[in-house]
Nanobody
Framework: QVKLVESGGGLVQAGGSLRLSCAAS????????MGWFRQAPGKEREFVAA????????YYADSVKGRFTISRDNAKNTVYLQMNSLKPEDTAVYYC????????????????WGQGTQVTVSS
């Protein structure tokens, strides 16, 4: 059974940084993709970043490009989202997701999700 556990969320001032972690277990993830999505109150879940375990190809939403960096540690089955220059509009619950065959930017193509971690950016 695939299990994803996010951590690292919190409250930070605008311009600050946070690093989110997503620990994955239950499978061999070498051919999987891992995505980060976020959902703010009253808004739909939106794509943030994704990475393929094999090869490390990365994808980013335009709104975070240049500020966020997704990376992975294959030995630890963990994916990270380094978030710099945070803005109040980055405030949301952040979720990690994984699956074998996905369109990396499309939430509907992921079957496995974590419980989410809250990120709040104050102005």
């Amino acid at each position: 059974q695939v299990k994803l556990v996010e951590s690292g969320g919190g409250l930070v001032q605008a311009g600050g940084s946070l690093r989110l972690s997503c620990a994955a277990s239950g499978r061999t993830f070498s051919n999987y993709a891992m995505g980060w999505f976020r959902q703010a109150p009253g808004k739909e879940r939106e794509f943030v970043a994704a990475i393929k375990w094999s090869g490390g190809v990365t994808y980013y939403a335009d709104s975070v490009k240049g500020r966020f960096t997704i990376s992975r540690d294959n030995a630890k089955n963990t994916v990270y989202l380094q978030m710099n220059s945070l803005k109040p509009e980055d405030t949301a619950v952040y979720y990690c997701a994984t699956d074998l065959t996905v369109v990396p930017t499309n939430a509907a193509s992921y079957d496995y999700w974590g419980q989410g971690t809250q990120v709040t950016v104050s102005s």
